[in-house]
Each structure stands twice: as C-alpha cells, then as structure tokens.
C-alpha cells in the first residue's frame, strides 16, 4: 500500500513538473517583431527579462507593454523565468490530462471545458487566451 502511495505520488509530481515547460526547445521570439531576439537586447517585465531584436523594438515595448504583454510572458514561461500556478483561464489548480502545447510551451488546465476553448483557437488567440491577463503563472522561485 506505502508503495503504491509512493510510485503514485511520483507520477503526480512527475506531471506538475511538466506542465508550462516548452514542449521543445523554443527559441526566444521578439514579442514586438516576431523576428529571432538578440540577447543583448532585454528589458524587465512583471520580474524576468524578456528579449528583443533590437532597441527599436524594446521602446515600443516599454511604450504600450499591454500590447505586447501575452508574447512576452509566452515568452518567460518558455524560457522557464515563469511556472504554471494554475489554469490560464479559470486560475483553478491544474488537471492531469489536460495539457496542451501554446506557442510551443505544455500548458495544463483546470478542465476539458477550458481545454476545449483554447483548442479551439487559432495560434495567435491561443498565445492571447493563455498568457493574455498572466492569470495561472508566475515568476519561478
């Protein structure tokens, strides 16, 4: 019985790490541009750093941030700077099985239902619908 406790708790934790985590490696896109990002081109946002392909970019980021917020945070959740917390849309604790990949990052839910809308969604909705209001992530510890 203690053992099935264990190898199922394991399987429970094993999960919870995998949710928000790039479903391959992705390549940090400009939230602006949607060109490759420069390295030496960031700025901080909500606590991480995000890139950009150049300075041009990071000003018309600093200027209207909301526009841009949904791709940068897609952005620190890929790059692992932010973790799930929750359902992107309900904000309830996340449900095995309902995993989903946005904008190249494995994204859990809280259901089938909020699973279902995203699914539903062009790219460009999903990344807004996801990580639109930064509801269920936050900064890594």
Do not use: W
């Not at 934790?13 to 940090?28: D, G």
């Not at 990071?58 to 700077?81: H, N, T, Y």
């Not at 859990?108 to 909020?114: E, L, V």
């Amino acid at each position: 019985m203690k053992t099935m406790f264990l190898a199922t708790s394991g399987l429970v934790l094993l999960a919870a790490c995998a949710l928000a985590a790039p479903a391959t490696k992705v390549e940090p896109m400009c939230p602006v541009s949607g060109h490759a990002c420069d390295p030496k081109a960031s700025a901080t946002f909500e606590g991480g750093k995000v890139c950009f392909c150049c300075e041009k970019c990071i000003k018309a980021f600093e200027a209207d941030s909301a526009k841009f917020a949904a791709k940068a945070r897609q952005q620190l959740v890929g790059s692992g700077q932010f973790t799930q917390k929750g359902c992107p849309l309900s904000g309830g604790p996340v449900k095995a099985g309902t995993q989903l990949a946005v904008g190249g990052v494995e994204v859990g839910f809280c259901c089938n239902n909020c699973k279902g809308k995203v699914a539903a969604a062009g790219a460009d909705d999903q990344v807004q619908m996801v990580f639109g209001s930064g509801k269920g992530f936050a900064l890594a510890q």
